[in-house]
């Protein structure tokens, strides 16, 4: 799975292992809380994704076994 993302957003591939569920989950809800530098404030609202709370559930838990 290497390679996933990185080059409008960050490399998602080993997140787990790099990120808590707390951090995770605000990163999608809430992605302006914080910028990870070297990169532009261009990621998405989940409204404007469509991520319904289910949705952004099974993504926290998928990204956090990314390690
Ligand atoms: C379901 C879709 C998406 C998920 C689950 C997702 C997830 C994430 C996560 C977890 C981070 C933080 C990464 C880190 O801390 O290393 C991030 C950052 C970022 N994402 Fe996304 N992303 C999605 C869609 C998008 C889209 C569509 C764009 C651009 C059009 C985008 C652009 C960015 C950018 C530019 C950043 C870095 C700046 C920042 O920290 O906000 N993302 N994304």
Redesign the pocket.
């Known amino acids: 799975m290497k390679g996933i993302g990185g080059r409008?957003?960050?490399d998602?591939t080993d997140?787990g292992a790099?990120?808590n569920t707390v951090?995770?989950r605000q990163?999608?809800e809430d992605?302006?809380a914080?910028?990870?530098p070297g990169?532009?404030?261009?990621?998405?609202s989940p409204d404007k994704?469509r991520?319904s709370a289910s949705d952004i559930d099974n993504?926290v838990a998928f990204?956090a076994g990314l390690k």
Do not use: E, F, N, T
Request: proline share 15%.
């Open positions: 409008v957003g960050p998602l997140l790099r990120r951090y995770i990163s999608i992605p302006g914080y910028i990870v990169y532009q404030p261009d990621m998405p994704l991520l993504l990204l």
